[in-house]
């Protein structure tokens, strides 16, 4: 990450079964002049992913937080969920044949 890569706070919305397990998550994104360019893929926030354009407004601290999309990326945001792991890795792998990113996470309280 460079010195314009900041962390950007969004509000998750935890249901009544508590899914997803967290009320906040960060995703990087860099300081431009027309606002922050996200440059990560997010694991449980749906307001915006990699490649929008967002504004934020300041918290506590450097604290910032998302506050409203400036531009959309166009690009799609897909969530698999593997019920079976030995699966994982070639899926992932299709996926980035096909030009996609990706990003892994394991699910919380499980290795």
């Not at 899914?19 to 990560?40: C, F, H, M």
């Amino acid at each position: 990450m460079n010195n314009k890569t900041v962390k950007i706070n969004f509000h998750v919305k935890t249901g009544d079964d508590g899914d997803p397990p967290v009320a906040v998550e960060s995703l990087w994104a860099e300081r431009t002049k027309e606002g922050y360019l996200i440059d990560s893929v997010p694991f449980f926030t749906n307001e915006a992913t990699n490649g929008d354009r967002v504004a934020v407004s300041s918290g506590e601290g450097d604290a910032r937080w998302f506050d409203k999309i400036l531009q959309r990326s166009g690009n799609s945001l897909i969530r698999v969920v593997f019920f079976d792991l030995d699966r994982q890795d070639a899926v992932v792998n299709h996926l980035i044949l096909l030009g996609c990113g990706t990003e892994r996470m394991s699910h919380p309280g499980r290795s």
